[in-house]
């Protein structure tokens, strides 16, 4: 039977549950977080100045895809825009 390098059974299922852990420990600290009013208007002053999504996440402690995700929410950027991959204008 195969084992990962941490010596769990990868044909037991071990292997799954470990990369799921591993995963859940680079998540970034705010993640399933509440967004705050404050967060909010902060994150769509930064679209505004024409922030990358890559440093406002990073200033927010969120992912990129849940800055996109709260910017479309919010209505400050299309849904097509974010799906093109590149920084869409402030509405």
């Not at 969120?62 to 869409?88: D, F, N």
Request: glycine residues 8%; positive net charge.
């Amino acid at each position: 039977m195969p084992a990962a390098a941490n010596g769990a059974s990868v044909e037991s299922g071990d292997f799954g549950l470990v990369a799921e852990q591993g995963r859940e420990t680079k998540r970034p600290c705010n993640a399933f977080r509440t967004w705050t009013r404050a967060e909010d208007a902060q994150v769509c002053e930064e679209l505004r100045k024409g922030m990358d999504f890559r440093d406002i996440a990073k200033a927010h402690d969120r992912t990129i895809p849940s800055i996109v995700a709260r910017l479309v929410k919010l209505g400050k950027i299309a849904p097509q825009a974010a799906r093109q991959g590149s920084p869409p204008r402030a509405a």
